[in-house]
């Protein structure tokens, strides 16, 4: 099996509430969680630490600040009552022919597009990604990033937790293997009723389950 880091981008871990979940996170895992920014487009903000070299945690909520009538914010974020695992993000250096892989296997993943945030030194970090909307079965299916020249997330987020494994549940497992074979990646998915994911890692505190 490839090794899960080598296109492993981060994990978004979507909460109703984004300082209790940065507050609690600080104590399960042994690092505190340092704010991103706003994402303007889809009405939240983030908070990160970092996974390894080249890889994060992200975690995703709600920001008051930017609701507008009509916003309708990724993941489902404003109907959640307690913080989960959402997706998983992989990394991409020819986006379009990722989506046009995706199309060939069946899963759509939407359209390339250009994002951005601003972090709170006031800098713009910018990067292009598939579209993180699309059902992807329920996030088992990354969406897809490319960070271009701006400086990987991880390099200045807290660090001292390294993610060991990723686990997934879904009712047709090879299903979701043949897909992602096809687009180059490979995740450990058992059979189960519902569709859910995991991820496990090392901490100074033990290995901690997300």
């Not at 992200?58 to 489902?76: A, Q, Y």
């Not at 991880?154 to 937790?161: I, K, V």
């Not at 686990?167 to 998915?189: M, R, S, T, V, Y």
Request: hydrophobic share 40%; glycine share 10%; proline share 6%.
């Amino acid at each position: 099996m490839k090794s899960l880091m080598s296109f492993l981008d981060h994990l978004v871990y979507i909460t109703p509430d984004l300082e209790q979940t940065m507050a609690e996170l600080s104590q399960r895992l042994g690092v505190t969680p340092v704010l991103g920014g706003q994402h303007q487009t889809w009405g939240t903000r983030n908070a990160l630490l970092a996974l390894g070299p080249k890889a994060y945690l992200e975690i995703m909520g709600p920001d008051p600040s930017l609701s507008k009538p009509g916003l309708v914010r990724p993941f489902e974020i404003d109907k959640l009552y307690k913080p989960r695992l959402a997706t998983w993000v992989a990394r991409s250096v020819n986006l379009l022919e990722t989506v046009k892989i995706g199309k060939q296997l069946g899963v759509d993943l939407g359209e390339v597009q250009s994002g951005s945030r601003t972090k709170a030194d006031g800098t713009v970090l910018s990067w292009t990604m598939t579209d993180l909307t699309k059902h992807r079965e329920r996030g088992i299916v990354p969406y897809f990033i490319d960070w271009g020249t701006s400086k990987h997330p991880a390099e200045g987020a807290p660090q001292g937790c390294l993610l060991k494994e990723v686990k997934a549940e879904h009712p047709n497992p090879n299903h979701i293997n043949f897909i992602l074979k096809g687009l180059g990646l490979e995740l450990q998915i058992s059979h189960g009723k519902g569709i859910s994911m995991m991820a496990m890692i090392e901490t100074k505190n033990g290995i901690v389950e997300l």
